[in-house]
């Protein structure tokens, strides 16, 4: 079952300001071997890895004001996760939070490192090792991620979620394309600030049992958090490795998550929902018509009032139809830096804009390079 724990983190946030976002559009060069799907190329991926690390520590401009950095679902080499906490580790900026997908691995490996990380993950440590002594499943593949976040003293923590969903791409008979199914998932809670966000991998956003859909648990723990607090959950993370991005289903529950058919959803009402999806050089996959990878998406609540628009690398739209305002990008290998709405609705005294991108990066042979006049774009407030 898909159970929500809370993590409090010693986040400073500043108040009264906007918080920046950076969503890592690379590719995955996806294989598989006897038991799971993996990178085809881990070095050639940990160095495109790496150089999005090295650009964020680097932090020329604004970049130093980074403050979530989201990678796609299966992008981190399994063997090069020490390698990029220690990175963030000692390069980082305090109050800085990175979200990365890891290729699969075997049970037994995600346990030995959710041993590692014991502290931050008791929960998911104790569902791991419930499961294991159930039945022979060390071999079973993992999809998993990893969410590290460096607190404003400079102390590292690392937290994991393991995917709920339960297989690699469509059902098969073999046992060892199965996944194992997560149970535990982190909501982290800034007390600071009141900022609440939380990630999920992929399909994981639209799964649902017999028993339980994964969104209404998510929307039932906001709604706890505003009825209890008054606070909200303000930003959703969806780390994607997705051939289908804007598959109905996903439309679907988009739908649902923020048009209130049903109930009132007040703790998810303002929520910003950021798809970090893999590009469109990813490989691996069979190719079918219409299919593609990329087109990463920032979705809000259509109360944001943002203006349609079309640029070359990215528009605005109401998702053909939804009530949202979605901020939809293009499938090429970008980073995509932006700033989270800081005002949950427009106030109509002013003509402030709601959500800019600040930069846009290409991939150059010496690493990234800031597009000019794809830059610094508002988004002109509908009125009315």
Not at 19 to 32: D, E, F, K, V
Not at 85 to 104: A, D, K, Q, S, Y
Not at 283 to 308: L, N, P, Y
Request: one cysteine or more; a negative charge; proline letters at 6%.
């Amino acid at each position: 079952m898909f159970h929500i724990v809370e993590k409090g983190l010693n986040v400073e946030f500043p108040r009264g300001h906007h918080l920046h976002c950076m969503l890592a559009q690379i590719p995955n060069p996806l294989g598989s071997d006897e038991s799971a799907c993996r990178l085809s190329d881990p070095t050639s991926q940990w160095s495109k890895v790496h150089s999005v690390l090295d650009l964020v520590a680097h932090g020329e401009g604004n970049l130093k004001k980074i403050h979530f950095l989201v990678f796609p679902e299966s992008t981190m080499p399994s063997a090069c996760v020490e390698e990029a906490l220690e990175l963030i580790r000692t390069r980082f900026r305090p109050n800085t939070v990175t979200m990365f997908g890891v290729e699969h691995t075997r049970l037994s490996e995600y346990r030995a490192f959710v041993e590692r990380y014991r502290a931050d993950n008791s929960e998911a440590l104790a569902s791991v090792l419930e499961d294991l002594d159930s039945g022979d499943i060390e071999g079973v593949p993992v999809n998993w991620a990893v969410v590290a976040v460096k607190e404003k003293d400079g102390r590292l923590r690392v937290f994991c979620l393991a995917k709920s969903h339960p297989f690699v791409g469509e059902e098969k008979l073999d046992p060892f394309q199965d996944l194992y199914r997560g149970k535990v998932f982190p909501l982290f809670r800034v007390t600071a600030n009141g900022f609440n966000f939380m990630p999920l991998i992929c399909l994981d956003y639209v799964y649902r049992s017999l028993y339980q859909s994964n969104i209404s648990a998510v929307i039932e723990k906001a709604n706890e958090l505003f009825f209890t607090t008054r606070q909200r959950l303000d930003l959703l993370a969806i780390l994607e490795c997705n051939p289908k991005p804007e598959h109905h289903a996903f439309r679907d529950v988009v739908n649902g998550f923020y048009g209130e058919y049903l109930a009132y959803t007040p703790g998810v009402r303002d929520t910003v929902t950021v798809f970090c999806n893999s590009s469109d050089e990813t490989s691996g996959f069979d190719a079918e018509a219409g299919v593609t990878f990329g087109h990463s998406m920032v979705i809000i609540h259509k109360s944001h009032k943002i203006a349609r628009g079309e640029f070359p690398e990215f528009r605005s739209d109401d998702f053909d139809g939804l009530p949202v305002c979605r901020l939809r990008f293009g499938s090429a290998t970008r980073l995509y830096y932006f700033n989270l709405p800081l005002f949950h609705e427009l106030d109509p005294r002013t003509t402030r804009v709601p959500l800019k991108i600040h930069s846009i990066f290409r991939p150059t042979p010496e690493g990234w390079q800031r597009l000019e006049g794809e830059t610094e774009k508002d988004f002109i407030p509908e009125r009315g």
